[in-house]
């Protein structure tokens, strides 16, 4: 009987090639040329499609951004609608105050008149002296004192008759075509705040006979 060994030597092992061909790592070859149409057209490829979870981080950070930018437009509309208020506030209150600085001179300037006629009545009478020179120094600081808050006499006597600050209460005829429509005498003075007319004129206009007709 004869002992039976396994062949010994230096040929290849048929499980040794094996097990190398499964420890091998496979690769594989992508094909990154241009395609082509028919037509000759270079064909694009899709763009790979980004996983759910950045698409899901975009939208967050599209969202926030849309957010902002309503938010701060939001801001400035308020700032704006703020300003704008304090402009109108501000423009109110002003005018307020004009309607009652005006109110108060039309109060104070009849004294002025009433000083004026003092003072007049005074000279027609022949009187004079201390009296009349403290009731002109009243008159004067008054005058002064107006002066000081805008209002300003309305010189009309000699000029043309303007409606914008004078008021006729009486006219004048005349034969002078020069002298028709001028203010010939001031019945009572005419004033303005600032500009703006505060008590007009009461004047006597020169008004031009009319020519007499022959029939």
Do not use: C
Not at 47 to 52: D, L, N, S, V
Not at 123 to 143: C, F, T, W
Not at 175 to 186: F, S, T
């Amino acid at each position: 009987m004869s002992d039976e060994h396994p062949p010994t030597g230096g040929g290849p092992d048929p499980g040794k090639d094996r097990r190398g061909e499964e420890d091998s790592p496979g690769f594989s070859v992508v094909d990154r040329r241009p395609r082509y149409d028919d037509a000759g057209n270079a064909v694009l490829e899709e763009a790979p499609r980004e996983p759910t979870v950045v698409q899901e981080l975009r939208a967050r950070v599209d969202e926030a951004e849309r957010r902002t930018r309503e938010i701060s437009a939001a801001y400035r509309r308020i700032d704006e609608e703020r300003d704008a208020f304090r402009e109108r506030l501000s423009r109110d209150l002003e005018r307020r105050l004009d309607i009652a600085r005006a109110d108060f001179m039309r109060r104070i300037v009849p004294v002025l008149d009433d000083l004026d006629r003092a003072l007049a009545a005074a000279r027609a009478a022949g009187e004079g002296g201390q009296l009349a020179a403290g009731v002109a120094l009243v008159r004067e600081r008054l005058k002064q004192a107006l002066a000081a808050e805008g209002v300003e006499e309305i010189a009309t006597e000699g000029k043309p008759f303007d409606p914008a600050v004078a008021e006729a209460v009486a006219t004048e005829e005349t034969d002078d075509p020069a002298r028709d429509g001028v203010v010939v005498e001031e019945m009572e003075r005419g004033w303005i705040l600032r500009g703006a007319p505060l008590r007009p004129a009461r004047v006597r206009v020169a008004r031009r006979r009319p020519a007499d007709t022959d029939f």
